[in-house]
């Protein structure tokens, strides 16, 4: 069957640093992809989206890159803060969403 | 303009009561879909509908779940004889059309006793 699916479950990083989030597809049809960041306690909330056309799309200190030759998306972001601590979903077209990989970001 | 508004934030039901969860979209959005999310997991789908028509309900249970998104009033997601395993948070998203972005409501948690 259809899987979106994270590789790493939880990902510690420095205030200041550099985040990536990785996701990986296997529907060779996917055309558009989308990044949620969930916050404890709230619903999803849309960061950024990408459609296959492209290979990498920048937003306000995210970045997506998309591979399509591996079925591969990253999230980068940039400056990491302590707003940024939560789970993230990589979802394609489909109504399916990865299972999500946690953010914690250490002061 | 306001967002998903989902009601109740937390609903507590006994094992065999019946729970009823309210879901108005965006104004304007026609695409209503359900999650639901356990602990330490991600979002499943559940039901996928617009305006009167459920378009996809591939995970919807067979049995005692089901939704209805009416001409007029909020998306309601109905679970009858709730069991304890019913035990989760319930969200609700909306787009204007199919292939773009979900917005989501803030869920409802559901408890079982």
């Known amino acids: 069957g259809e899987s979106v699916g994270l590789h790493l479950p939880t990902l510690s990083v420095q205030e200041g640093d550099n985040s990536i989030i990785n996701c990986a597809y296997s529907?060779?049809?996917?055309?558009?992809f989308i990044w949620y960041k969930q916050e404890s306690g709230k619903g999803p909330q849309f960061i950024i989206d990408?459609?296959?056309?492209?290979d990498k799309r920048q937003g306000q200190r995210v970045t997506v890159l998309l591979n399509k030759t591996v079925k591969h998306l990253s999230l980068q972001i940039a400056a990491t803060q302590p707003g940024d601590s939560a789970v993230y979903f990589c979802?394609?077209?489909?109504?399916?969403f990865g299972k999500g990989n946690q953010v914690v970001v250490i002061p | 303009n306001a967002g998903v508004m989902q009601n109740p934030r937390h609903l507590v039901r006994r094992r065999g009561q019946e729970a009823r969860l309210r879901c108005s979209p965006v104004?304007?959005?026609?695409?209503v879909y359900w999650y639901r999310q356990l602990p330490e997991e991600g979002l499943k789908f559940m039901v996928y509908?617009?305006?009167?028509?459920?378009?996809?309900e591939s995970g919807m249970p067979k049995e005692r779940f089901s939704a209805e998104f009416p001409k007029e009033g909020p998306s309601i997601l109905r679970i009858q004889q709730v069991v304890r395993g019913d035990s989760a948070a319930y969200f609700c998203?909306?787009?204007?059309?199919?292939?773009?972005?979900?917005?989501f409501g803030n869920g409802t948690r559901l408890t079982v006793t």
């Open positions: 509908l617009q305006k009167e028509n459920i378009i996809d």
């Open positions: 529907n060779s049809a996917s055309d558009y």
């Open positions: 979802r394609n077209n489909r109504l399916a």
């Open positions: 990408i459609r296959s056309n492209m």
């Open positions: 998203a909306s787009s204007p059309e199919e292939n773009s972005p979900l917005h």
């Open positions: 104004k304007g959005h026609s695409h």
